[in-house]
């Protein structure tokens, strides 16, 4: 389990033991108030206060296929050459794909011979 995963689950058992769960749930039933808005709400609070898991959420998106590089920039709050820094720092080697080299010359080709007049 990563550090980002043991630290949400020990904050939210601790929140079960208090009973916000159950402060939570009564709130948006008396209020009328939708409880997953409440949720992504008091997450994106949280992340605030904790931007290195915000990041550190960002990069295992990523990572794990979830979300492209440029969301995964936007998800951490940085932008896109940043984030790559930052995985560069972590020592995480982004792969990236290209043409091959055989298409790659043909078309280098076809540009010198259409710019010959």
Do not use: H, Q, W
């Not at 995963?5 to 008396?30: P, T, V």
């Amino acid at each position: 389990m990563s550090t980002i995963a043991k630290n949400l689950d020990e904050e939210s058992k601790s929140m079960r033991r208090g009973g916000f769960a159950e402060i939570l749930e009564d709130l948006a039933e008396e209020e009328k108030l939708n409880i997953e808005e409440i949720k992504e709400e008091a997450l994106r609070i949280y992340f605030n206060l904790r931007p290195e898991l915000k990041l550190e959420g960002a990069i295992i998106s990523y990572l794990k296929g979830k979300c492209s590089l440029s969301r995964a920039a936007e998800l951490a709050g940085v932008i896109v050459p940043e984030f790559k820094e930052i995985l560069a720092s972590k020592g995480i080697i982004r792969e990236t794909e290209g043409k091959e080299v055989p298409e790659m010359d043909r078309k280098i080709k076809e540009v010198f011979l259409s710019m010959r007049i």
